[in-house]
């Protein structure tokens, strides 16, 4: 596994749960059906690089201001949510590898409401940090550092007109980043799945080696933001309790509109970066039309490029997944992007107009966009890692009386080692005091992830931050070739799934996470601390 072989369709299709897509009960308001927008296909504001004096690399600036924001959603109304800078999503990043991102967050929040519960029940629903999804860059110091947290003013600072407090944060991105598609969004514990489906999400495009192949570059280059909004009576409510996720109906959105149009004309390519910023629901994404379908090449999962494009007529993204796709136009017609479980299109596809002639080409090969790892470098064969992702329901009283754990290796202690730990009020839940997983950097290690929910509608997307990890096995099923991901499903059923990766941790220490990415099982505790140290 020392070099990256072809992509084949049966080892994407192998990399991804079978089942686990559950429906997803509404989805648009009462009486108001979904309904493309006119005019051009919305993309969000593109923040993009530029020089600065003394800075050496080009730097990308970007101002992120958070305040609740009345928006207009085509196709469904107007809601009043937190946001950056006033949009679903906010503004779409830019950079290439060497370049520096450099932010300024102003929290224009009202002061957090009291919380008296523990910290894995949700609070501080007006903090927030930001977690660059999937890039490979420091998790310390002002970087991507999630266990940060800017907070609004306190009350007597509000009462007093103390100015709104601004924080800031510059990543370095290393030369050799793996061009591709990411994300950003806020990722304080608790606080988490309430501002998610809110809104507040955006991309970021790492330009590099792929964006230069020929059939790339004449392809129109497209972002495709799936949000997941929980909207009641015009906002967000407030996460309140454990039925509060099932209680209210999912919005979805592409780009800040219900089902949009796209254009595009027979012949023609276009590349899409799909990405699923979703809290809850994951997409298993078709495009059809009248007893057709349109074919997605699919050139890069998770932000890592494959070495050739893979025809699929699906394409899977467990919740913060992304997906970068060659599409072309065929026979002239309306199109649906559509995802299993999801009542109405996430957007439509007009193909019209004058055919392009000759029909534009796809690539046949791609730059890889990042060598495998061999297992024969494992650092000690006799010690792999087992995360297990378990629920325990009625442990707790009050509105959030189930548990969201993580077993397996090195597990949170429990508050009563010798009691019931199924009953167990601290056992695999999330201590920020305690380190679960050290980890050397220079060392590759195997790990193999699991559910044991045995309901296939549950979902358990496993997430480690800031190193990428390598699919080799899916229900002991090997992958040939292995697939990067940073963010990989698991879906309940008798038994669960089960995956084997490899890791390499390398580049940068600091501390930070690893956890589940249905993320109110993030906010009730369905996460670890992971610390990564020089060898």
């Known amino acids: 596994m020392g070099e990256n072989g072809g992509v084949s369709r049966r080892s994407v299709l192998k990399a991804f749960p079978a089942v686990g897509y559950a429906a997803v009960s509404g989805g648009f308001p009462s009486g108001r059906r979904a309904v493309a927008a006119p005019g051009p296909f919305p993309q969000p504001v593109v923040s993009t690089s530029r020089p600065?004096?003394?800075?050496?690399?080009?730097?990308?600036?970007?101002?992120?201001?958070?305040?609740?924001?009345?928006?207009?959603?085509?196709?469904?109304?107007?809601?009043?949510?937190?946001?950056?800078?006033?949009?679903?999503?906010?503004?779409?990043l830019r950079l290439r590898g060497g370049q520096t991102l450099r932010l300024t967050h102003i929290n224009g929040l009202p002061p957090n409401p009291p919380h008296t519960g523990g910290h894995n029940t949700p609070h501080s629903p007006n903090s927030f940090n930001l977690h660059t999804h999937g890039m490979h860059v420091s998790p310390s110091g002002h970087a991507d550092n999630v266990l940060r947290e800017f907070a609004p003013r306190t009350p007597e600072e509000a009462a007093a007109g103390a100015t709104e407090p601004r924080y800031a944060t510059v990543i370095h991105v290393p030369d050799d980043h793996p061009a591709g598609t990411y994300w950003y969004h806020p990722h304080l514990h608790g606080a988490i799945a309430e501002q998610i489906v809110g809104g507040m999400a955006g991309v970021i495009i790492v330009e590099g080696d792929v964006d230069e192949i020929p059939e790339i570059r004449a392809a129109a280059d497209i972002v495709v933001c799936i949000n997941e909004l929980k909207v009641k009576d015009g906002k967000?409510?407030?996460?309140?309790?454990?039925?509060?996720?099932?209680?209210?109906?999912?919005?979805?959105?592409?780009?800040?509109?219900?089902?949009?149009?796209?254009?595009?004309?027979?012949?023609?390519?276009?590349?899409?970066?799909?990405?699923?910023?979703?809290?809850?629901?994951?997409?298993?994404?078709?495009?059809?039309?009248?007893?057709?379908?349109?074919?997605?090449?699919?050139?890069?999962?998770?932000?890592?490029?494959?070495?050739?494009p893979v025809a699929m007529n699906q394409v899977d993204l467990a919740m913060g997944n992304r997906a970068d796709v060659l599409i072309r136009g065929h026979a002239p017609g309306a199109y649906e992007l559509r995802a299993d479980g999801v009542p109405g299109p996430l957007m439509t596809i007009e193909v019209a107009g004058e055919p392009v002639e000759p029909p534009m080409r796809l690539p046949t090969s791609l730059p890889p966009g990042k060598p495998f790892l061999d297992e024969r470098d494992i650092a000690n064969p006799g010690a792999d890692r087992e995360v297990v992702f378990h629920a325990d329901a009625g442990v707790f009283p009050g509105p959030f009386p189930n548990a969201f754990r993580i077993l397996g290796t090195n597990p949170t202690p429990a508050a009563a080692p010798d009691g019931d730990l199924t009953r167990d009020p601290a056992y695999g839940l999330f201590d920020p005091d305690h380190i679960n997983h050290t980890l050397r950097l220079g060392t590759v290690e195997r790990w193999t992830v699991r559910t044991d929910e045995t309901l296939p509608a549950h979902n358990h997307p496993f997430h480690l931050h800031t190193n990428q990890v390598l699919l080799t096995h899916r229900n002991g099923e090997r992958l040939d070739p292995p697939i990067w991901h940073d963010t990989i499903g698991l879906t309940g059923g008798s038994p669960g799934d089960s995956v084997t990766f490899l890791v390499k941790y390398e580049d940068f220490t600091g501390r930070t996470i690893t956890h589940c990415h249905q993320l109110h099982h993030e906010d009730l505790g369905m996460m670890q601390a992971v610390d990564y140290v020089e060898p």
Do not use: C, K
């Not at 970007?62 to 906010?90: A, C, E, H, K």
């Not at 309790?241 to 089902?259: K, L």
């Not at 390519?269 to 074919?295: K, M």
């Open 236 to 308: 967000v409510p407030a996460f309140t309790s454990g039925g509060w996720v099932t209680g209210i109906p999912s919005t979805f959105t592409v780009n800040g509109t219900v089902n949009p149009t796209l254009r595009m004309r027979p012949g023609e390519v276009q590349r899409w970066r799909l990405v699923a910023a979703t809290a809850f629901t994951a997409l298993r994404l078709q495009v059809i039309g009248d007893g057709a379908r349109l074919p997605m090449h699919q050139i890069a999962q998770d932000g890592v490029t494959f070495s050739s």
């Open 52 to 92: 600065v004096s003394g800075a050496g690399a080009p730097v990308v600036e970007q101002t992120l201001d958070v305040r609740f924001t009345d928006v207009f959603v085509p196709g469904y109304g107007r809601i009043t949510t937190r946001t950056y800078n006033g949009t679903i999503p906010g503004p779409t």
